[in-house]
């Protein structure tokens, strides 16, 4: 393997200015690039990673960290997140949670994680981190971005979308369907973001005069499993119902599956509404009616501003992403066949 002395040797130059050439920064004159060029051809030679990182200063590695590295939530976001990275000749390295330690822990540590494998910035995406863990950071962290999550020390750094206006979308648009006998599947009362919209769906239908005291609610953990379990219970418990609201597809998802099992036809004994339009919920039978979060277009607003500090790039950064509701066939009007 020829190295970059080699090639300083072949065209009768310095080691500096060989090394000026393949890292495309300082002035090299014409005549000395092209020998420097051709002894690169001539010899085959391609610099490594470590020794790019070491001409550069920067690793052209950027960090990731993610709860959990499974489900139909994740997985989209981090497709995006590599797509935009390798298309800025940047690479991605995920840490996600591992260890015996509880979430935050897990997240603290997948942070250290990153820093220690010499990445140039990082993306955040957990949701149980807290303002002391940033500022644990010290006075000059590396650059970092934070989505689906909110810190007022970092506010310019954080990309989240709105989740109030999304669990008020939710009721609704249940309401507009003449849907007021509604179960609730929310997921875990730890997390902020599913707090956030859970109170929102739940204002809106007490604006409309929907007793929410009474409603039949359970609390899951945003799995297929945990929407399986709570249809199980629904139904188990004789509660008469005309509609569900799933904080998450997944739960959807899982709540739709035990239906057909059950013999139970959706939408036209229960209509089933989820949260967050993954991917899988337009393949879901039936298509899954949902919240829209505009996942991609944040994500892609939160790489955008991490390559920009730390390139001093200026790509585009967005800061206000609409929520919507998707119309599927899981959807239809109280009391219709």
Known sequence: MATIKDVARLAGVGLGTASRVV?????????????????????????????????SGNSQMIG????????????????????????????????????????????????????????????LMTNVLLEEDIAALGPRPKPMVVLNHYFDSIAAQCFTVDHKLGGKIAARTLLD????????????????????????????????GVDTSAMWAVEKDFSPAGGWAAAKELVESGRRCSAVFCANDEMAAGALSYFQEAGIRVPHEISVIGYDDTPSAEFSAPRLTTVHMPWREMTQSGVNDLLNRCY??????????????????????????
């Open 177 to 208: 369907h003449g849907h007021r006998e509604i179960a609730l599947v929310a997921g875990p009362a730890s997390l902020p973001d599913n707090v956030v919209r859970v109170a929102a769906f739940k204002a809106e239908l007490a604006a409309a």
């Open 312 to 337: 001093g790039l200026q790509r585009p950064v967005t800061r206000s992403h609409p929520v919507t509701m998707t119309l599927r066939a899981s959807l239809a009007r109280a009391g219709q066949v």
């Open 64 to 123: 990731v960290y993610i709860p959990v590295l499974s489900g139909t939530f994740y997985t989209p976001i981090l497709q995006i997140i590599d797509t935009e990275l390798r298309a800025a000749g940047l690479h991605m390295v995920v840490a996600f949670g591992a260890g015996l330690g509880g979430a935050r822990q897990q997240a603290i540590e997948g942070m250290a994680f990153l820093v220690e494998r010499g990445c140039d910035g990082l993306i």
């Open 23 to 55: 890292s495309g920064k300082g002035s090299v004159s014409p005549a000395t690039l092209a020998k420097v060029r051709a002894a690169i051809d001539q010899l085959g030679f391609r610099p490594s990673h470590a020794a790019r990182s070491l001409l």
